[in-house]
């Protein structure tokens, strides 16, 4: 077993690399041209992955008004993950090895889902899942998702340079950055730096 990477901290740089999309469209990381927001999820068809990537579709607009790129990883392979994304307003992008996953330290355990602030937002999930799943909205996930049901979110705010302006590593299941955050960050990013006195 290849050893976990330390965790990446504002300042850190990331190497180039183009990711491909399951769309096929390649996705360079870090962007030339605006600040690229790297999150890693979990499995295709993941109920609290979808919960929080709704969020993000709908304001969507607002975060590439920002300057922001979504780019979003899962662990699944990409012909699983194509029946569960298809017409999100981003790139998504399948890593079945969990490359990514090693090199940003983005790790699995059980407390993703033993963790009692995970329970309301697993809860809500799991009920909005099944009722658009009975409507035939959505497909069902596996019972065996690929690489597992334990793994941690994780976000990056990467510059063009490659640096990394902030980063997240999510303790349970459902702790990533709201929308809100992102642009904060975002912000941040692109707030010209004043000199010194």
């Known amino acids: 077993m290849a ?16 990711l491909t999309a399951v ?12 600040l690229v927001h790297l999150q890693f999820r979990r499995f295709a068809g993941c109920p609290v992955c979808n919960l929080h990537l709704r969020s993000v579709v709908r304001r969507h607009e607002e975060i590439e008004a920002a300057g922001v790129r979504e780019v979003v ?16 307003p981003f790139a998504v992008v399948a890593d079945p090895a969990k490359e990514l ?4 330290g983005v790790e699995a355990s059980p407390r993703a ?12 999930a799991v009920l909005r899942s099944a009722w658009t799943i009975l409507r035939g909205r959505e497909r069902r996930p596996s019972s065996r998702p690929h690489g597992g049901r334990l793994g941690l ?7 063009a340079d490659g640096r990394v302006v902030a980063a997240k590593y999510g303790e349970h299941v459902y702790d990533q950055w ?12 692109t707030r010209p730096r004043t000199a010194p006195r």
């Open 23 to 34: 769309t096929g469209e390649a996705v360079p990381v870090p962007a030339p041209d605006r």
């Open 3 to 18: 050893p976990r990477r330390r965790p990446l901290t504002a300042g850190s740089v990331v190497s180039p690399r183009t």
């Open 73 to 88: 990883v899962f662990h699944s392979p990409a012909r699983e993950l194509r029946e569960h994304v298809a017409g999100l």
């Open 113 to 124: 889902l033993l963790s009692p602030r995970a329970w309301g937002p697993v809860l809500r």
């Open 153 to 159: 979110p994780a976000d990056f705010l990467i510059a």
């Open 178 to 189: 709201t929308v809100d955050e992102l642009l904060a960050s975002a912000r941040g990013a």
């Open 101 to 104: 996953y090693t090199e940003f």
